[in-house]
Structure formats: C-alpha cells, structure tokens
C-alpha cells in the first residue's frame, strides 16, 4: 500500500484571493470553508479524494521567509503554451526571472501573493 497526495495547503496572508486565482488557473471550485477562514478548492465532479489533489488556502500572517522549496507546476490542457500563458497573465500571474534562462521550455511565473510556480510546455489531456 503506498500514500496519495490528497491535499496541498498554501499559507497565504489573503485566501480569498488566492482561492479565486486558482480556481481559475485550475478550473477548481470552492468545496468548503474553514473556522480560521482557511478555503479549500477543487475540482467540481470529484473534490476531496478525486485523482487531483485539493488546495487549501490556509490564512497566515507569517512573512515568507525566501524561496519556498516547493512549487506548483500546470501544463495547459486546452490550448497551447502560448495561449495559456496569456490566460494566467490575464488572470493576475506576473512573470518571474530566477535565473532560468531563455532556453528553456517553460515559463516561471508568480501568483498574486508571489508563489513561483512554472508553466510548462506539453500539453495534458483533462481528467
């Protein structure tokens, strides 16, 4: 028997707007509320426990101390690169230079709070 990744919690010092946010990058809705105005999300037809982990936005107010050592990666699943890298611009997402480079297939990106998390090339089939 092995483990599954069910949930991802986010601190964050606004989780109304980071629940909208990534709703929106991952086509998630909101799935519950928690007494310390914690959000969760996911998607719609499943929620928690479904193939795709849910994200809880979990309010903070603790600084971030420096680069976190883990971050999201999401590859478009109905449009190309391009395009999509234009919707999560559109959606309030802001480029990030962590010395990547221009070679590279993918783009490093921040959420409105400044959470890197890189967009990557090949598209996926939805689940």
């Known amino acids: 028997m092995a483990c599954r990744i069910s949930e991802l919690v986010i601190d964050c010092a606004d989780p109304e707007r980071l629940a909208v946010f990534w709703s929106a990058v991952l086509g998630y809705v909101e799935l519950g509320r928690e007494p310390d105005g914690g959000i969760?999300?996911?998607?719609s037809d499943v929620g928690f426990g479904g193939p795709q982990p849910t994200l809880i936005l979990s309010p903070?107010?603790?600084?971030?101390?420096?680069?976190l050592r883990l971050h999201l990666d999401v590859n478009p699943t109905d449009r190309?690169?391009?395009?999509?890298?234009?919707?999560?611009?559109?959606?309030?997402?802001?480029?990030?230079?962590i010395?990547?480079?221009?070679?590279?297939?993918?783009?490093?990106?921040?959420?409105?709070?400044?959470?890197?998390?890189?967009?990557?090339?090949?598209?996926?089939?939805?689940?």
Do not use: Y
């Not at 190309?80 to 230079?97: I, K, N, S, Y």
């Not at 993918?106 to 996926?124: I, K, S, T, Y």
């Open 99 to 127: 010395g990547q480079g221009s070679e590279v297939t993918w783009h490093v990106l921040a959420d409105p709070e400044g959470n890197e998390f890189c967009l990557l090339r090949r598209r996926l089939d939805p689940l």
């Open 60 to 67: 903070s107010t603790d600084a971030r101390p420096a680069k």
């Open 40 to 43: 969760e999300i996911g998607p």
């Open 80 to 97: 190309d690169q391009p395009a999509e890298l234009e919707r999560l611009l559109a959606l309030g997402a802001r480029p990030v230079d």
